[in-house]
């Protein structure tokens, strides 16, 4: 599965990854700091395993805050941040 960056660049998984694990192979600061999933323009918890496919971006900042373009989509779907 390839999945696409916000950067533009590629991260390749040859099985099912959950969102934060992918997170945590790019940066285990990053995995700590993500609150949500933005899979091909949709939020997904970090707990969604993607399995094809896609782009991916994690948002970290503001997470709460309405004024954040999705903060308050983000506030109505808290991701449990566990493992």
Excluded: W
Excluded at 54 to 76: A, T
Aim: with cysteine.
């Amino acid at each position: 599965m390839k999945i696409k960056l916000k950067d533009g660049s590629f991260k390749e998984y040859d099985k099912p990854m959950r969102i934060i694990d992918i997170a945590a192979d790019l940066s285990e600061g990053l995995a700590r700091m993500a609150c949500v999933g933005e899979v091909n323009g949709k939020v997904q918890d970090l707990r969604t395993v993607l399995n094809e496919d896609c782009e991916l971006n994690k948002h970290v900042r503001y997470p709460y805050d309405c004024q954040h373009p999705q903060g308050c989509e983000i506030k109505h779907n808290r991701c449990n941040r566990e493992k």
